[in-house]
């Protein structure tokens, strides 16, 4: 079993959905939680990290992390056709693990 | 957020010569590296850490002698592919590690390499 499950994809969305995108891990002592966002031949770009269970907000984006199902989550409010891109879990403790990420394409 | 720099952005090189690609943190020191490779469609598969100052560790299967990781400082590591091959043409990403009130990776834009 990998240490960070992530649903490949792809998702298709039409432009103005909320998209939920989400991983599932195993390793209770992860601490630290993040999403990154990397477009084609580009490298990651980080979007959110969060420390703790609960939701972290910034713009569109929100993070939410439940630490008890051990599940992480992203939603995209107002999805726009500049977010279609691959979207990376990651997690931390101490050791960095990756999901494979998910592939998003928002359609006009 | 914190910036990272990679140099070359692509690199065209002909079979059996070396190259060499440069990773910088350009606000914030780091003391950990890491050096990555990707091909197309595929997820980020992770070759080295690099420690300033000390040797890098390397993942299993990656051969530490045809990529050598230099952490000279701790705003600069390198990573040389040496005596690169068709088969070495990937994309190579790297990223810092910030520790600063949290735990995380910033990514450099990529290297783009080609062997021909």
């Known amino acids: 079993q990998k240490e960070v499950e992530q649903d490949p994809g792809p998702l298709s969305v039409p432009e103005g959905a909320i998209v939920s995108l989400n991983c599932t891990y195993s390793?209770?002592?992860?601490?630290?939680f993040m999403w990154y966002r990397q477009y084609s031949r580009k490298g990651p770009e980080l979007l959110m990290y969060?420390?703790?269970?609960g939701n972290k907000e910034d713009g569109r984006f929100t993070a939410q992390v439940d630490k008890s199902s051990k599940y992480i989550s992203l939603f995209i409010r107002d999805s726009q056709p500049s977010d279609s891109a691959t979207y990376l879990c990651a997690m931390s403790d101490g050791k960095f693990y990756f999901g494979s990420g998910t592939k998003l394409n928002v359609k006009p | 957020g914190a910036v990272v720099s990679q140099h070359p952005s692509w690199v065209i090189c002909k079979s059996g010569t070396s190259v060499k690609i440069e990773c910088r943190s350009l606000?914030?020191?780091?003391?950990?590296m890491f050096w990555y490779r990707q091909f197309p469609k595929q997820s980020l598969m992770l070759m080295a850490t690099s420690n300033e100052g000390s040797k890098a560790t390397y993942e299993q299967g990656v051969e530490k002698d045809k990529f050598l990781i230099n952490h000279a400082s701790l705003t600069l590591s390198t990573l040389t592919v040496t005596s690169a091959h068709p088969e070495d043409s990937s994309f190579y990403i790297c990223?810092?590690?910030?520790?600063?009130?949290?735990?995380?990776?910033?990514f450099g834009p990529g290297t783009r390499l080609t062997v021909l």
């Open positions: 990223s810092a590690r910030l520790e600063l009130g949290t735990d995380t990776q910033y």
């Open positions: 606000d914030f020191q780091a003391t950990t």
């Open positions: 390793n209770s002592a992860f601490q630290y």
């Open positions: 969060t420390y703790s269970s």
